[in-house]
């Protein structure tokens, strides 16, 4: 089963544009991370969120915890072409030592030139 | 640093046929993790290595065996494909402690 929704399932947007993208979750969590996957390739880790935080920045991308709603989104400012890619974020359980990630189902962004 | 690597990059087989995915790491990384990525879905664990020398069931371990070889190494093993077993494998490696997963750029296996 999948720890995690994301919300869209599917996202379409211009370059210059924000993308904004959300993560639900259903146990409680030592940390949320999000990771991007280009077509046909492997996961790639962006940002981690410990669950003592609220919010994180990295460079364009800007992610938020709200641990009462068991929720996170993942805002990408000022998207450019290469963002082009799916999204997804994933748990590790405060119940778990081994780092154990339950991922969500995705988020799918296209940005257009 | 190569960082995770995975071979093969693809493979087909017959029902009933038997292969291993490697999956090896040179970051000194303790633990290890495979996982499978059915279309539209997120990765599901099947098998993780916590360290050198131990291995445990994930979410969904049916159909497959591991084999922690050393610290670089980790490979995964199916006796007998199916069908079901149709996906794309990832490796993933992790310093330990609860931090952040590195992947290897996957295997397509088919299963015909």
């Known amino acids: 089963s999948q720890q995690g929704e994301e919300d869209p399932q599917a996202l379409s947007i211009q370059e210059g544009e924000n993308a904004t993208m959300n993560c639900s979750y259903k146990?409680?969590?030592?940390?949320l991370q999000w990771y991007r996957q280009n077509s046909g390739r492997g996961l790639v880790h962006l940002i981690l969120?410990?669950?003592?935080?609220r919010e994180k920045h990295s460079g364009r991308l800007r992610v938020t915890l709200d641990t009462s709603k068991k929720s996170s989104s993942l805002l990408i400012t000022a998207s450019r072409a290469a963002d082009t890619a799916s999204y997804f974020c994933?748990?590790?359980?405060?119940?778990?030592?081994?780092?154990?990630?339950?991922f969500g189902a995705g988020t799918q962004v296209v940005v257009t030139p | 640093n190569a960082g995770v690597t995975q071979t093969p990059k693809f493979q087909v087989l017959k029902t009933g046929q038997s292969m291993t995915l490697q999956c090896a790491q040179d970051?000194?990384?303790?633990?290890m993790y495979w996982y499978r990525q059915d279309p539209g879905m997120g990765l599901r664990l099947i098998y993780y290595?916590?360290?050198?020398?131990?291995?445990d069931k994930g979410e969904v371990p049916n159909g497959y065996n591991v084999s922690r070889l050393n610290k670089r190494e980790f490979s995964l093993r199916l006796e007998s494909a199916a069908p079901s077993q149709t996906s794309v494998y990832f490796c993933?490696?992790?310093?330990?402690?609860?931090?952040?997963?590195?992947f290897g750029p996957g295997t397509r296996l088919t299963v015909t």
């Open positions: 969120i410990r669950s003592n935080e």
């Open positions: 290595s916590a360290s050198e020398g131990t291995t």
């Open positions: 994933a748990t590790v359980a405060t119940t778990d030592s081994w780092g154990k990630l339950q």
């Open positions: 146990t409680s969590i030592n940390n």
């Open positions: 970051m000194n990384h303790n633990s």
């Open positions: 993933a490696s992790m310093r330990g402690g609860l931090y952040e997963q590195y």
